[in-house]
């Protein structure tokens, strides 16, 4: 199985912050990777497919980079309705795997 | 509008079976395979497989392959999934997404809650 390693599981920011995720990937996975964030009591959202394409309706503030087996999730000027959970997941191969999750919290 | 909408949630004792429905709309069905992956409280996610909704062909991640079965109704455009079985530790929010480029919508979630 491919393992997506997320850093950091926790991360505590201030509104107007600039924010980085990252997602390392076991095996290259060319740019097979979305990231999605999830608010508590609700489903995950995409924001990023494709590595770096950002989901229509999605704020121009989230970017996505990487390919082969290094990813990361910018947020910048970080907005209070941005603190929650975000996951990655890589679906080049079976099973396809999500990375253990980002906690955004405000400072 | 894509929608994918699940059925409500359900309470189980260890070692029976549940069957979680999600209903497609807004969408042509068949163009479309569907994922299911699931939440435990307070973890992260969990992929368990996919099923195409043209065929009904399954790929199953292998730690769900001996108690887990999808299912797909082209005349409702609903998709299923039975867990068999069942244990404590498959409490959880069961999400069905719709996979595009990976998996872009996804339902509501149904949470099962296996106790005794």
């Known amino acids: 199985d491919i393992q997506m390693t997320q850093s950091p599981s926790f991360l505590s920011a201030s509104v107007g912050d600039r924010v980085n995720i990252t997602c390392r990937a076991s095996q290259g996975i060319r740019n097979d990777l979305g990231w999605y964030q999830q608010k508590p009591g609700q489903a995950p959202k995409r924001l990023i497919y494709?590595?770096?394409r950002l989901q229509s309706g999605v704020p121009s503030r989230f970017s996505g980079t990487g390919s082969g087996t290094q990813f990361t999730l910018t947020i910048t000027s970080l907005q209070p309705e941005d603190f929650a959970s975000y996951y990655c997941l890589q679906h080049n191969d079976y099973p396809w795997t999500f990375g253990q999750g980002t906690k955004v919290e405000i400072k | 509008q894509v929608h994918l909408v699940q059925s409500a949630h359900e309470v189980r004792n260890p070692g029976a079976s549940v069957k979680v429905s999600c209903k497609a709309s807004?969408?042509?069905?068949?163009?479309?395979?569907v994922s299911w992956v699931r939440q435990a409280p307070g973890q992260g996610l969990e992929w368990m497989g996919w099923?195409?909704?043209?065929?009904?062909?399954?790929h199953y991640a292998e730690k769900f392959q001996d108690r887990v079965s999808m299912t797909t109704d082209t005349s409702t455009s609903t998709v299923y999934i039975e867990v068999k079985t069942l244990k404590s530790d498959d409490t959880a929010i069961y999400y069905c997404a719709r996979n595009w480029d990976g998996i872009d919508y996804w339902g509501q979630g149904t949470l099962v809650t296996v106790s005794s």
């Open positions: 494709g590595a770096s």
């Open positions: 099923i195409s909704t043209v065929n009904g062909d399954t």
């Open positions: 807004g969408y042509t069905f068949t163009h479309y395979g």
